[in-house]
């Protein structure tokens, strides 16, 4: 008996809530969310290799400019020691 009358009251619950109480409804709330998460988190990604790749290119530019700078040292010790 107790049994039955649990059954009916839960039955009585899930059909009485509404449609956005319900799993369905949390469900469809958190989508948009989730992939707006997804979206930014790869725009960030994004935005962290861009960043990544624009250092490597500074630092591929110094170190050019610094084997520069030495060999047109070396020129001038060279030219003015000799």
Known sequence: MKSTVAF????????MAQPSEGFFGLLMKTIPHIIGDLQQLDQDQQLDQDQQLEQEKID???????????????????????
Do not use: Y
């Open 60 to 82: 591929q530019q110094q170190l050019e400019q610094e084997k520069f700078d030495q060999k047109k040292l070396n020129k001038f010790l060279l030219k003015h020691i000799a």
């Open 8 to 15: 009916l009251v839960l039955s009585m619950l899930v059909l």
